[in-house]
């Protein structure tokens, strides 16, 4: 039996997968494919909240603003000088693209690494050490931010993708890019509204929850790692699939190291990885076809 206290960190480590996962989520559905490039910008924004917080000392609240938007800054830059000029409707060649996606990743892991220091910072905290009892379990103020956090990002993101015109048009453009462009739909500003989401999001994961561990450039492979098992996991069907996928991703990553102890997290991450490309590579979420 898993105590009560291991749960509440699968949930908030489920939540900080899910906000990655969804970041993915938006890119995928404007673009038909997946941004490698989320897990830098990630981590550029948890180091740039860290250092303005922990170096400059600036209030928290300012240095998570400042990770944020330059982590959109990055996603925004990625759209213009890497994506635009390679993205083709209807070519069906991914494989350059995934390529020059993951080449940018290293390097905004590189240039985080030269900008705010090769060394780990701790992350900025928006809330003191407060913590509350649930039963057995102990949930600290900074764990409660984070899943409220989460809980709100997804709550708004269900409302852009079903209420927004921009939305619609996402999910438009992203089931049939050829038919939109037809149809005169604007791509290219649908795609950047997406991109620029994604930063959004990637961001507020890499600034908010630096406050757990600290952060450090390597992380940001692992970072996109964990984003895409938590995509694939809990599918794309659904605005929700994201973060299913993260909880679930969470939950097995958990269970492996408190069964079996830390070196057994990739090994654990691994099999997630071959069980659901293997039985169910569509995820959780599938999308239901009309016939």
Request: proline share 4%; net charge positive.
């Amino acid at each position: 039996m898993i105590p009560l206290q291991v749960i509440v960190s699968i949930i908030e480590t489920g939540c900080f997968f899910g906000l990655l996962a969804a970041a993915m989520f938006v890119v995928r559905e404007s673009s038909g494919f997946f941004n490698f490039a989320i897990g830098g910008y990630a981590v550029f924004a948890g180091l740039a909240s860290a250092y303005f917080t922990s170096v400059r000392g600036l209030p928290a609240a300012a240095g998570i603003v400042i990770g944020v938007i330059g982590a959109v800054a990055l996603a925004l830059l990625t759209e213009v000088l890497v994506v635009r000029p390679m993205w083709k409707p209807g070519a069906n060649e991914e494989l350059p693209m995934v390529i020059a996606l993951v080449a940018t990743l290293f390097a905004l892991e590189q240039i985080s690494g030269v900008l705010f220091g090769r060394a780990a910072l701790p992350g900025p905290q928006l809330v003191g050490d407060g913590a509350v009892r649930v039963g057995s379990a102990t949930v600290t103020a900074q764990a409660a931010l984070e899943i409220g956090l989460t809980a709100l990002a997804f709550g708004l993101l269900l409302l852009f993708i079903y209420r927004t015109r921009m939305g619609r048009g996402l999910r438009a453009i992203g089931e049939n890019t050829p038919a939109a462009i037809v149809l005169g739909l604007p791509v290219r500003a649908v795609r950047l509204a997406s991109f620029t989401l994604a930063g959004v999001l990637a961001g507020l994961a890499g600034s908010v929850f630096a406050a757990r561990s600290g952060i450090i450039f390597e992380s940001a492979m692992d970072y996109t790692l964990f984003a895409f098992l938590a995509l694939v996991i809990g599918g794309t069907a659904s605005v929700w699939g994201p973060l299913a996928g993260g909880l679930i991703l969470a939950t097995i990553q958990s269970a492996a190291i408190f069964y079996f102890g830390a070196a057994a997290l990739h090994y654990a991450t691994l099999a997630a990885a071959v069980l659901f490309f293997a039985f169910r590579p569509q995820g959780i979420f599938m999308k239901r076809v009309r016939v």
